[in-house]
């Protein structure tokens, strides 16, 4: 096993983070670390990496540095930087990368790797956090306490219990789509854009599905409900099984949209890829989907082993141009509005195997081994 520096649940700063959001792959992989109280017995450090990454020296860099400085730690011991928790002004590219890269390793003696989950980049550890975050609460919730993570606070197992694949009996109560679209007033990230765009669009089919809309007050109901009063305040909150037996696919936006159009129009960039609950929660659920995110993005979902429809229209996807790719988006979700409950129904019956099998995807497809990749980046014996 290998030991990792455990710093209780109390931790909270800027260099530490916070413990039940640095130490949760370790605790997912228990069988593999040990977590130990001294950090001088620890062979390995996690450390909290967001936002400093840069391309250039700033004092938010410097002071990074100096808090590992002062940890005092010996040469031997090997830093962990975990960048898997992405923030909305903090996208880092692999340019940023190199260049952290290149002045932690003149200013620390520790070797170190960053931990990031955009399967873009090939640079340093590439983790998939999102996927082992959605497959422990779905699958295995009390194999560890999540009661307190962060974007989950106040969960239990009840907001991640799933029901059977079915639809209602009743043919008044049914709908035709489930569309989270949470849009944020404080971010300008594209996708925020795109969903109020998505928005306008399925105003126009209100009477016949379920949407979002937080910050105007309109919640979708939780699978627990003493967790409703959440919604309106950011985290992960998964939508009631009930709505998904009143309905059969899901339309939304993806985190990871029109990211790079935004903000390097002006340079080369290379995308940042990454699928998150936006995409996992309807399928662990029993759903079609049809979403809009970065070009390639459904072909990402099929190199999970994931399955889809050939009678949703998903040509739109490997279109580069964020705006054109959007606009032939729409026009397969119009296909998707144009047919009856009925037909839905019989197409939901004769592709059901399809989604039985996505769901059977969370428990057969394993986690993403941190300790595995860890082994092979410090080439451990």
Not at 193 to 200: A, G, P, S, Y
Request: proline share 4%; with cysteine.
């Amino acid at each position: 096993m290998l030991t990792i520096w455990n710093p209780g649940q109390t931790v909270h700063d800027g260099l530490l983070g916070c413990y039940y959001k640095n130490f949760f792959p370790f605790d997912i992989e228990k069988k593999d670390w040990l977590p130990v109280k001294n950090i001088q017995d620890a062979e390995f450090i996690a450390l909290q990496g967001p936002y400093f990454i840069t391309n250039e020296v700033t004092q938010d860099l410097l002071n990074y540095i100096q808090q590992i400085k002062n940890l005092n730690l010996r040469p031997d011991q090997k830093l962990l930087i975990l960048n898997v928790w992405h923030i909305d002004d903090r996208w880092a590219d692999r340019v940023m990368y190199s260049f952290t890269r290149k002045i932690l390793q003149q200013e620390i003696p520790n070797e170190f790797a960053i931990i990031h989950t955009n399967f873009e980049n090939p640079q340093e550890i590439q983790y998939d956090f999102l996927w082992n975050r959605q497959k422990i609460y779905f699958t295995n919730y009390n194999y560890i306490d999540l009661h307190e993570r962060t974007y989950t606070l106040g969960t239990d197992a009840r907001n991640f219990q799933l029901g059977r694949i079915e639809k209602y009996d009743n043919e008044f109560e049914l709908k035709k789509f489930l569309c989270p679209n949470r849009i944020y007033k404080q971010y300008d990230h594209p996708r925020i854009e795109f969903r109020k765009l998505l928005r306008d669009f399925v105003e126009k089919y209100h009477t016949e599905g379920y949407y979002s809309d937080p910050q105007n007050g309109k919640t979708l109901d939780c699978e627990n409900l003493n967790t409703n009063d959440r919604l309106t305040q950011g985290g992960w909150y998964p939508i009631s099984n009930a709505m998904y037996n009143k309905t059969f696919f899901s339309i939304y936006t993806e985190t990871l949209t029109g990211y790079d159009a935004l903000h390097y129009e002006d340079r080369r960039f290379q995308k940042y890829k990454s699928i998150t609950e936006k995409t996992w929660d309807p399928l662990i659920k029993g759903h079609f989907i049809l979403p809009f995110g970065y070009s390639g993005l459904i072909d990402h979902i099929r190199s999970y082993g994931f399955k889809f429809p050939d009678w949703i229209d998903y040509s739109y996807d490997m279109i580069e141009d964020n705006n054109i790719r959007f606009e032939c988006f729409l026009e397969s979700a119009e296909k998707l509005m144009k047919y009856s409950k009925s037909d839905l129904m019989n197409l939901y019956e004769k592709d059901k195997d399809i989604l039985v099998h996505n769901r059977e995807v969370f428990w057969s497809r394993p986690y993403d081994s941190l300790h595995d990749k860890v082994i092979d980046w410090f080439d451990i014996d």
